[in-house]
């Protein structure tokens, strides 16, 4: 079998001694092994794998094949596959020619699924039972390297994501870049992967609020480097575990990041619904944002993860408390939430906000807190974000009163936890207007201080 190009945007496949086959034609069989010949393939419209697919094998060939998008392509994604059962698709490089295809775009409507709002991903999947992608690299796409909507038994594994995303009208990321799971994808993993300058969220799962919560997920040891929005953002879904994943330089470059758009870089960030989860046994260092955000998490636990920043205060401009509990979804309670032997070193403001009741935060250490010095240096960062709140940012561990909505701090457990920072021996714990420690359990916790670095 020889290769030869084809017309100015496909490649034709001689078999034996047969009829030239188009690359496109090649990948219409509904099953076994297909096997793409070696070499740099020029795609000009969706290559779509045809309904009804099942027991599929896409796979390159051992030399390499690079499937590239044309300067002018149409579509949805490189590779588009909808209504399959059992395919896999590995051993492949996908080229998303960002260069020529980004254009400013911003989020889709509250109703439209991102699925049928984002062009030019590299690949995207609706309504599949078992994909596998594998031992594939995702290079200057300008959707999402992956985008998997309504489907089931889904594990991507040893994938490379680098240099991809768009942005929005301000220059901003709009999301995009990394791999996107919606509308109640179930079953899916993603492990031993890289992640490098993405633009927006690294693994992001997503549903509309009518559309059912993605479930039964694992996110578990992938590094991510260089991530404009979010390494990991767990979005609207019930049983997720995040496990075992790196990564440095979160909420970098600068420009790229849309605090305008309320888009605060998370090293793990959650929204809208999600309950019965686990974050644990991560580690991510140089966090431009949260170490980790709870906004609409309950019922679940946070252990033995680790955030460390080692530069100053001004190093980070849009960091904040390294910990936050929120209540954004009108359907959750901040409830039943464990925190417990996480490290933070070098939080610009405070370590942990606590709302609602029922939560435990224990054994953790929160180091060098406050590296901004509030309030001393209010002026300078900010420090007073709620005027009759003045504790709030200067504080180890705070006790709110509400977040998106009220909540007030009751029956919590808050002990054993090693607090130092500046002024934490006089500020280790905090407590809103109307909160009182009474209604909390506050056992003993050791709390000293540390020069502010700001």
Known sequence: MRVRRFGPVFAAVWIACCRPV??????????????????????????????????????GSPEGATLRAAPGFEGRALLYVENAERVTIRNLTIDGNREALARSRGLPPSDVRFIEFHDANGIAADNVRGLVIENVRFTGVAGFAVLVARSRNVSIRSVEVRASG????????????GILFEDGTCAFRVEDSTFEDVSGNAVWTHSRYTAPRNCDGLVRGNHFSRIGRDAVQIGHATRIRVEENTGERIGFPLEVVDVA???????????????????????????????????????????GNACINRGRAADYPFAGYAIVMNNTNPDMQSEGIVIRGNLVD???????FVIGRGNQ??????????????????????????????????SGIYLGKRAERPAPARDNV???????GYKMSERCLGFAPGIRRADNRIGPNECRDAPAQP
């Open 261 to 303: 758009g309320g888009a605060v870089p998370v090293a793990i960030d959650t929204s809208g619904n999600v309950d019965h989860s686990v974050y644990a046994g991560n580690r991510f260092e140089e966090i431009n944002g949260k170490c980790i955000d709870l906004d609409g998490f309950h019922h679940g636990e946070v252990a």
């Open 414 to 420: 808050i002990e054993g936890n090693v607090i130092t």
């Open 361 to 394: 935060v224990t054994g953790n250490r929160l180091l060098n807190l406050n590296k901004a010095g509030c309030n001393e240096n209010a002026a300078l960062y900010g420090c007073l974000h709620f005027p009759d709140e003045p504790d709030l940012l200067q």
């Open 346 to 352: 070098g939080s610009k403001f405070g370590g942990v």
């Open 22 to 59: 188009s690359l496109p034609e090649l990948l219409q069989r509904t099953t076994g092994e297909i096997r793409l010949p070696a070499g740099n393939f020029e795609i000009a419209r969706e290559i779509r794998i045809p309904a009804g697919a099942h027991d599929l094998v896409i796979s």
């Open 166 to 177: 768009s942005r929005n009208e301000r220059g901003k990321n709009n999301t995009t870049g």
